[in-house]
């Protein structure tokens, strides 16, 4: 089955961005891109693995002493 290609202006409104930001993301090769004639295409599946390789983990908050030590 092939996977949904998204615009760049829908890829935009799934990252919570104006569509500058997937245009440059295309521009410098950071991200997979069709292109369909003049029209670029984002494959779903590649932004969704984008998302998921910048997710950082939450951490366990530590407390340090006044000498910088962890406890």
Known sequence: MMDRLLTVDEAAELLGTTSRFPRRLI??????????????????????????DRTVEATRRTRRDPYGRVF
């Open 27 to 52: 521009a410098e090769r950071r991200i997979q891109f069709v292109k369909i004639g003049r029209h670029v295409r984002i494959p779903a599946s590649v932004l969704a693995a984008y998302i998921k």
